[in-house]
């Protein structure tokens, strides 16, 4: 059996692997077909919401345990360990919270008429500021405008 061939990897690891390379494939062409176009960002808004969804039902399994965890906990020690667990899984609210303004982003795109929306060979690269470093993103501001919140 070859070395890096997959065959002894475990669950988690094969769909890391799976993750890692577009679900298993090479990349494809993006389309140029308008409604190619609507059907990738409609499909990108279904996945973001599963990804959602999954983060939500780890979190709160992990939490659960934790509360259980923590009622049989022997000593203080132990107890503040499964209370550090607890406060490490506010990361799903900040990534919940990124992930539903980008699927607002896309779902935003959708309702444009057919054709209005290109998706670039190249992904785009932030422009820099002065000092020559790239912008973290989009402001806020920028963000509610897209999103026609004004």
């Not at 919940?96 to 982003?105: H, T, W």
């Amino acid at each position: 059996m070859a070395v890096g061939s997959g065959a002894n990897r475990g669950p988690v690891e094969a769909r890391q692997s799976r993750l890692s390379t577009g679900a298993g494939g090479p990349a494809r062409p993006l389309p140029n077909d308008p409604r190619r176009v609507d059907a990738a960002l409609r499909a990108a808004v279904t996945q973001l919401e599963s990804a959602v969804q999954e983060q939500e039902r780890a979190v709160n399994r992990i939490l659960g345990l934790t509360e259980l965890l923590i009622s049989h906990a022997p000593d203080r020690q132990s107890r503040l360990r499964i209370e550090a667990i607890m406060e490490s899984c506010a990361f799903q609210d900040l990534t919940g919270q990124r992930i539903r303004k980008v699927k607002a982003l896309l779902s935003r795109l959708t309702t444009l008429p057919p054709g209005s929306v290109h998706l670039a060979a190249m992904p785009m690269v932030p422009p820099a500021d002065e000092g020559g470093a790239p912008h973290s993103g989009l402001s806020q501001a920028e963000v509610d405008r897209l999103l026609g919140k004004r």
